[in-house]
């Protein structure tokens, strides 16, 4: 088992700027590692994501505005976001593939509100 622990979130203004980070219990194990959202009403939907390989995978609405990091040998990921908008509130969820099993976990989730 693996827990994923969140960090960041809260309230900010549009336009403002909010960093998120996730740590997992376990070391060494990171075949994919990111960030997922969502928000009232609808599905949940990738923000961003970094492979073991070092492939990163950012959803359209976000490409530009976020930048995802991570320390892949430490189970560590960070998302920095700009520039946001009323349209990017929702619960932002830290997510890990493990290595070779393929076995998928998810953190419990952080809320970013993005309001005036």
């Known amino acids: 088992q693996v827990q994923l622990v969140e960090s960041g979130g809260g309230l900010v203004q549009p336009g403002g700027s909010l960093s998120l980070s996730c740590t997992a219990s376990k070391s060494g194990l990171v075949g994919t590692i990111g960030w997922y959202r969502q928000a009232p009403g609808k599905q949940r939907e990738l923000v961003a994501t970094?492979?073991?390989?070092?492939?990163?995978d950012y959803a359209a609405s976000v490409r530009g505005r976020f930048t995802i990091d991570g320390d892949i040998s430490e189970s560590m990921v960070f998302l920095q976001m700009s520039s946001l908008r009323s349209e990017d509130t929702a619960v932002y969820y830290c997510?890990?593939?493990?290595?070779?099993?393929?076995?998928?976990?998810w953190g419990k989730g952080t809320l970013v509100t993005v309001s005036s």
């Open positions: 970094i492979s073991r390989g070092g492939t990163i």
């Open positions: 997510y890990i593939r493990v290595f070779i099993s393929n076995k998928e976990y």
